[in-house]
């Protein structure tokens, strides 16, 4: 094709290059070539990117561990960017906090520093993100002051720009954040927010499938617990009546003289009341 030709032409430090028998100005030549390279390359990142999308819902599909889909979707984010590092948080409603998900490429010693970080209307990024259940940019983590708290921490790691954005239930309640940094300060382009979006969608499914399954695990376990009390109440049942006919024969034979009297009665009593209960 001709914009091989040009490409090398140009390469090799030609500035004209025939095109149909007219000369082509390589210089203007090389911008149309460029665009096209880039349209391409584009397109290629595009199909990759939705191709990363559709396995890690087969994965889902297929069961896998939580652990195992979150880095999944990260990694698929990251490679989409060398500059970039993105991390998941999960939200602790009892304790109000966010602890760490999953980040395979932010500095260990940060990630320790922003685990456990409370969820508030001005901590960070993703603690803000989480209260007010909205993407929050901080385009500067040395000026910003929702950083406050950990800015030493991401600055000392080199890191500089910061944006989160919640991850939802059907409900709508926040499951957990999802963050990218830049080494650099600066806001996201259209582009990168579409990635997090798509991240967080898949993130959502991830967590509410995980969600459902304990929640079944946990109904199974409490119906064979019922089952089991049911089965333990009948079998009582069936000993009590044995127990208080034989006291009462006993009690019988010794008469209300006998001075074990007083404790069969009290058998009988407690009989009675274990009949209540089952």
């Not at 940019?137 to 000026?143: G, L, Q, S, Y």
Request: with cysteine.
């Amino acid at each position: 094709e001709f914009a091989d030709v040009a490409l090398d032409a140009y390469a090799l430090g030609a500035l004209v290059c025939e095109r149909g028998g007219l000369p082509v100005q390589l210089t203007a030549a090389m911008r149309h070539v460029m665009n096209a390279l880039e349209n391409r390359m584009d397109e290629r990142g595009t199909r990759a990117f939705e191709q990363g999308q559709r396995d890690v819902l087969e994965r889902i599909a297929a069961g896998a561990p939580v652990p195992e889909l979150l880095a999944a979707i990260v990694r698929l984010v990251e490679l989409q960017s060398d500059e970039m590092l993105c991390s998941i948080l999960l939200v602790d409603r009892e304790r109000s906090k966010l602890f760490h998900g999953v980040s395979s490429s932010l500095p260990a010693e940060f990630v320790r520093a922003i685990d456990g970080a409370s969820i508030g209307p001005n901590v960070g990024s993703c603690g803000a993100a989480a209260f007010h259940g909205e993407r929050v940019i901080v385009e500067d983590i040395a000026t910003h002051a929702n950083w406050a708290e950990y800015r030493t921490y991401a600055t000392a790691h080199g890191l500089r720009a910061c944006w989160s954005s919640p991850i939802f239930s059907l409900d709508q309640s926040v499951l957990g954040t999802f963050a990218m940094y830049y080494r650099a300060a600066r806001s996201p382009t259209p582009r990168e927010i579409g990635w997090v979006d798509r991240a967080t969608h898949l993130a959502s499914i991830a967590l509410v499938r995980d969600r459902g399954e304990r929640a079944l695990r946990q109904s199974e376990r409490l119906e064979s617990l019922s089952t089991l009390a049911g089965g333990i109440a009948h079998d009582f049942n069936n000993i009590l009546p044995a127990i208080v006919g034989n006291v009462h024969l006993v009690s019988g034979d010794l008469g209300v003289e006998h001075p074990s009297h007083e404790s069969l009665a009290e058998i009988d009593r407690a009989c009675v009341r274990a009949a209540d209960l089952v």
